[in-house]
């Protein structure tokens, strides 16, 4: 499960909406869940989320994202400095459901968090969240608890 | 010659939650054959049944991507700090609209 505090949730709705008809991403940090590093059912919370331009050309964007992997190495050293990791990725479907795709799946890498905010005609909808499966087969889906 | 190997999230897993690893390796492709020798691990996820690095697996030495520098026969300074880079990338069902 992952704990996203109301503010975070409103924000990756935000840069879902400002980013329509295209897809949003950034990047969540918060601390390492639990002494041995998490594990496929552990609980984290977000502390961070670091928004991250879209690094697909033109009219790709409205169905794939890319994170520039210099934005990568930078929010990482964010993080460390801040005693954080990075805990997962987000991004938006624009009017497609919140649900990963077979590219979203072959793209993953395991630990992370994959939440996943609908976009449909301009307005968030429904957030998810995702976590690769330890033989890289499925998505799993987490739960999301939004505190108060 | 030593350098400092700093290990993202999602693939410290195969390195007992190991960070930042000193190796010795005067290439990026002698530092990564000796994390893979100390984790084995964590090989199959570096690097293909070719020997060539993952699609998803990038590499900076310093600020410097090693695409841009000679690969894998990029030079390394002692006391350099190398980064691996998860490529993170998805998106929608459907194929990506053409440019």
């Known amino acids: 499960m992952i704990i996203l505090p109301a503010d975070m949730d409103a924000l990756i709705r935000s840069e879902g909406e400002r980013a329509y008809p295209y897809e949003c991403c950034g990047l969540i940090l918060g601390p390492l869940p639990g002494p041995s590093g998490g594990g496929p059912g552990d609980v984290r919370r ?103 | 010659m030593a350098a400092n190997l700093l290990v993202p999230t999602a693939l410290r897993g195969f390195t007992d939650r190991q960070a930042e690893i000193a190796l010795e390796g005067g290439t990026v492709g002698a530092l990564l054959q000796a994390l893979v020798a100390r984790y084995p691990d964590i090989g199959p996820h570096l690097f293909d049944e070719q020997g060539g690095l993952r699609g998803f697996v990038n ?14 026969d990029t030079p390394v300074g002692d006391g350099a700090t190398v980064m691996v880079v998860p490529a993170i990338a998805g998106g929608a069902p459907g194929q990506a609209a053409p440019r």
């Open chain 1, 46 to 148: 977000a502390a961070r989320l670091v928004p991250l331009e879209n690094a697909r050309e033109g009219e790709k964007r409205r169905r794939r994202f890319h994170i520039d992997p210099l934005d990568f190495l930078r929010a990482e050293r964010e993080a460390v400095s801040a005693g954080l990791e990075i805990l997962g990725v987000y991004h938006s479907h624009p009017d497609h459901p919140a649900r990963p795709s077979d590219h979203d799946l072959r793209q993953a890498l395991p630990f992370y968090s994959y939440v996943i905010v609908a976009v449909e005609k301009g307005r968030a909808r429904e957030l998810t969240s995702w976590r690769l499966s330890a033989d890289r087969a499925t998505f799993g889906e987490e739960g999301v608890e939004i505190p108060g």
């Open chain 2, 59 to 72: 590499v900076f030495v310093g600020e410097a991507n090693i695409k841009g520098t000679g690969g894998l």
